[in-house]
């Protein structure tokens, strides 16, 4: 029996750490869960973006801050530059370098070179620039190569001057932008943690509504539904999400209603299995006891019990034969199908006498298969089949009566069509209710007796397809007097004088 005692999620997955023997397995979620790796990924690409933003921003900054020195010391070379081989004078030229922020500017283009400078010789540059050669790769290495320069660093920086083409050369100290650069990478730095953590706690937020927290929900209903799969309270209950998450939701569900339902007739099986197990075997002393009596009842010289006898005795026989099948059925050794030709009207008479005996003039039965209708199948299955459908329909006119004013009636039909044997049991009940017509040969369902075990249909369905053959529930008409449940079985033929057999399939 699956019962097993409720355990914890963290019970669970300890159990599932030890393999089949008992031996230790590694533990699956000693390395980092879903949420941290979310987190952790969320983070770095959080990072990861500003970090660029912080580059490209720290590179715009050195070319802006470059490109106002060179407009600044534009405007004072067209104001105050002298022509080639004029210096203006020393006091003059410290204010006008000093306004710039520059040690030096030189003019050179068609009219010669013209220079501002402190001293007669301008300092050595560690390193010249272009501005207008500079790509973005160079601008980003020049970048963080200022930014970690020694301090007193001096470059010159030149650039075209329009509309003449000339070119304008600065020198200057770059301690000034490296302060600056510093500067506004603090600020940066400030506000990209400030954003990178709005920025984190909401995408994290987003990502453990939608994502993980479901994630999780399906994660503990799955542990918690294969420690006991047979409780249908454990069954997850979908969100309605129509997104992925809620699709897998659904699928779940339908999937461990299913399984339950599974187990759950497993269970009833094997109960009943249990059961029948334990009762056969008193039972086949019993028959066996009233073997022996009806020996004795066929020697009594009475027209009645010498007409009864033999079908006591046969129907003794197959009781025993049926207990002892039951019995080794649970070791896989049933026996197959012992098909031959035989007549069908013969053994629906048989059903009908039995019948008859137990419900008395209560019920009318009316036969209608011609003699020597023969069918090819194992006669003692079919004759289960049909006295389990007589059997069924007599307890539903008995339980609810005829429809209309119509008399309690069962029929038997049958004819030949296509190379196969059609049989028909129909009766004036009730019928079936729509919502049972597609479950009613399932096991333990219980369509006609809720006193009963629900295994009539269940056993005759499997009796008829052992035989290569198939039964249906088909639609019945309320203006006919057989309107209500009607069984169409379909079986193999054996062609007189021939041994050929024929095969068919049931219509959908």
Not at 111 to 118: M, Q, T
Not at 197 to 204: F, G, K, S
Not at 411 to 416: L, P, Q, S
């Amino acid at each position: 029996m699956l019962d097993f005692p409720a355990r914890s999620a963290d019970a669970a997955a300890g159990a599932a750490a030890k393999g089949p023997n008992g031996e230790a397995r590694p533990r699956s979620d000693r390395g980092l869960g879903l949420t941290a790796v979310v987190l952790a990924i969320t983070i770095g690409f959080v990072l990861l973006a500003m970090g660029l933003f912080y580059v490209f921003r720290l590179s715009a900054f050195r070319e802006t801050w470059l490109h106002n020195k060179m407009a600044t010391a534009q405007a004072a070379a067209e104001a105050f530059v002298p022509e080639s081989g004029v210096r203006l004078p020393t006091e003059l030229t410290a204010k006008i370098l000093n306004m710039a922020g520059v040690k030096s500017i030189v003019v050179s283009g068609g009219e010669g070179v013209r220079k501002i400078l402190a001293v007669d010789r301008a300092p050595a540059p560690a390193e010249i620039l272009r501005l207008s050669d500079e790509t973005v790769v160079d601008s980003i290495s020049q970048a963080f190569h200022a930014l970690f320069s020694p301090p007193g660093t001096t470059i010159t920086v030149a650039d075209a001057l329009p509309p003449r083409g000339d070119v304008l050369a600065v020198t200057l100290d770059e301690t000034s932008l490296v302060e600056a650069m510093w500067r506004v990478s603090k600020t940066f730095l400030t506000i990209s943690l400030m954003i990178a953590a709005v920025v984190t706690c909401v995408l994290w937020a987003a990502l453990w509504r939608l994502v993980l927290r479901p994630v999780r929900r399906l994660t503990s209903n799955i542990i918690a539904f294969g420690e006991n799969p047979q409780d249908v309270s454990r069954v997850i209950a979908p969100s309605g999400r129509a997104d992925e998450i809620g699709r897998a939701e659904t699928a779940l569900a339908a999937m461990q209603n299913s399984l339950a339902h599974e187990l759950a007739q497993r269970k009833r099986l094997a109960e009943l299995g249990m059961a029948v197990a334990r009762i056969n075997h008193d039972l086949r002393n019993i028959l066996t006891a009233a073997q022996l009596i009806s020996d004795r009842i066929a020697a009594i010289p009475d027209p009645l019990a010498q007409r009864l006898a033999p079908r006591l005795v046969a129907t003794l026989d197959r009781a025993i034969q049926f207990c002892r099948a039951t019995l080794t059925y649970g070791a896989a050794r049933e026996q197959a199908p012992e098909r031959r030709a035989f007549d069908l009207s013969a053994l629906v008479r048989q059903v009908v006498d039995s019948a008859q005996a137990e419900n008395g003039e209560a019920i009318e039965y009316h036969i209608e298969i011609p003699p020597m209708f023969d069918v090819y199948a194992d006669r003692d299955h079919v004759l289960r089949v049909l006295e389990n459908l007589s059997r069924n329909a007599a307890q539903a006119l008995t339980a609810n009566g005829a429809a209309g004013k119509r008399a309690k009636a069962i029929r038997f039909a049958a004819i030949r069509a296509e190379g196969f044997a059609l049989i028909e049991i129909s009766d004036t009940g009730p019928g079936f209710p729509t919502e049972q017509s597609e479950r009613i040969f399932e096991p333990f369902h219980r369509s006609t007796n809720e006193a009963g075990t629900g295994l009539g249909l269940a056993i005759a369905a499997d009796l008829v397809a052992r035989n290569g053959g198939a039964i249906a529930l088909a639609a019945s008409k309320t203006e006919d007097f057989y309107c209500g449940a009607r069984f169409l079985i379909k079986l193999p033929t054996l062609e007189r004088g021939s041994r050929k057999v024929s095969r068919f399939f049931l219509d959908a």
